[in-house]
């Protein structure tokens, strides 16, 4: 392939492609510079050269030398990006597993002050379903305070904290798109969201729903309702050993200390299944 160039009024060639590439290279010409081949009826610019057009020396020419010079900065900064892209598979099951380790803790205010409240025996009657039924405004309250007891503490946490101990455990942070942590309201309307249409108002039939839903929401659109309304980064990084085992004991914790509050469940009781003994 012959190239002849147009440059300052003179005619230059003929010119094989690669010394155009160097030429370009070098900032001897632009991308704008006038050529012709054999066939064509009339000077073009080499942009517009099919065997040109796509060429990575016409990008860089275009580009300039300033916008084209990566600093070191800027190296590790698109190295973390790339680190966070890589991050944002979604994670269903880790994600269901993390909530699962908050809920004890977020409800915890809740069951504190309703167990000085009303007193063990009503807390357990309504929890545990033993006993006399329940007044139905003990019942009204205990899950207005359970809707606030988690959703303002959940809150609170993600705004000063940044995470959640469920979320810290398995490694997920919750941000906005700049990577920025949420504000005070901003973490209010996400966790007013998860809990009414995540935890389906943490009543189990509607709870089994609303996870079932947003598996396959996170699935296949791979975010959340509540996520993509508030434009929110969901990232997740490899989970530790000493993560697992946190939230274990989390867990244990929060069954000891519903046992302490309410006392042993009848199945846990060995003179509940004992058979009487007669003479």
Same mark, same amino acid.
């Given at each position: 392939?012959?190239?002849?160039?147009?440059?300052?009024?003179?005619?230059?060639?003929?010119?094989?492609?690669?010394?155009?590439?160097?030429?370009?290279?070098?900032?001897?010409?632009?991308?704008?510079?006038?050529?012709?081949?054999?066939?064509?009826?009339?000077?073009?610019? /080499?942009?517009?050269?099919?065997? =040109?057009?796509? %060429?990575?020396? +016409?990008?860089?020419?275009?580009? @300039?030398?300033?916008? !084209?010079?990566?600093?070191?900065?800027?190296?590790?900064?698109?190295?973390?990006?790339?680190?966070?892209?890589?991050?944002?598979?979604?994670?269903?099951?880790?994600?269901?597993?993390?909530?699962?380790?908050?809920?004890?803790?977020?409800?915890?205010?809740?069951?504190?002050?309703?167990?000085?409240?009303?007193?063990?025996?009503?807390?357990?009657?309504?929890?545990?379903?033993?006993?006399?039924?329940?007044?139905?405004?003990?019942?009204?309250?205990?899950?207005?305070?359970?809707?606030?007891?988690?959703?303002?503490?959940?809150?609170?946490?993600?705004?000063?904290?940044?995470?959640?101990?469920?979320?810290?455990?398995?490694?997920?942070?919750?941000?906005?798109?700049?990577?920025?942590? /949420?504000?005070?309201?901003?973490? =209010?309307?996400? %966790?007013?969201? +998860?809990?009414?249409?995540?935890? @389906?108002?943490?009543? !189990?039939?509607?709870?089994?729903?609303?996870?079932?839903?947003?598996?396959?929401?996170?699935?296949?659109?791979?975010?959340?309702?509540?996520?993509?309304?508030?434009?929110?980064?969901?990232?997740?990084?490899?989970?530790?050993?000493?993560?697992?085992?946190?939230?274990?004991?989390?867990?244990?914790?929060?069954?000891?200390?519903?046992?302490?509050?309410?006392?042993?469940?009848?199945?846990?009781?060995?003179?509940?299944?004992?058979?009487?003994?007669?003479?």
């Amino acid at each position: 392939m012959e190239i002849f160039l147009h440059i300052d009024g003179q005619k230059i060639g003929p010119l094989t492609i690669y010394d155009v590439r160097e030429k370009l290279r070098r900032g001897d010409i632009t991308p704008d510079t006038k050529a012709w081949l054999k066939g064509m009826e009339q000077w073009h610019p /080499l942009r517009e050269l099919g065997p =040109l057009k796509e %060429s990575i020396e +016409v990008q860089l020419a275009d580009a @300039g030398g300033d916008e !084209i010079t990566i600093s070191e900065a800027e190296r590790r900064m698109l190295s973390k990006q790339t680190s966070a892209q890589s991050t944002e598979k979604p994670r269903p099951w880790l994600r269901f597993w993390a909530r699962s380790t908050d809920s004890p803790i977020l409800l915890a205010p809740n069951a504190l002050i309703m167990y000085y409240a009303m007193g063990p025996e009503k807390l357990k009657a309504i929890l545990l379903n033993t006993g006399p039924s329940p007044d139905l405004i003990h019942v009204v309250f205990l899950f207005l305070g359970m809707a606030a007891s988690w959703v303002l503490t959940e809150s609170l946490l993600l705004t000063f904290v940044g995470t959640t101990p469920g979320k810290w455990c398995m490694n997920i942070r919750i941000t906005k798109d700049n990577g920025e942590r /949420l504000n005070f309201t901003e973490a =209010l309307h996400r %966790s007013l969201l +998860v809990f009414v249409l995540g935890m @389906g108002l943490n009543v !189990i039939y509607t709870q089994i729903i609303c996870n079932i839903h947003a598996y396959f929401t996170l699935t296949n659109h791979g975010k959340t309702y509540w996520d993509k309304k508030q434009n929110l980064k969901v990232t997740h990084h490899p989970v530790s050993p000493m993560g697992i085992i946190g939230s274990i004991l989390i867990l244990f914790a929060s069954w000891l200390a519903l046992i302490t509050l309410l006392g042993e469940p009848q199945w846990l009781s060995l003179e509940q299944n004992q058979p009487a003994l007669t003479p």
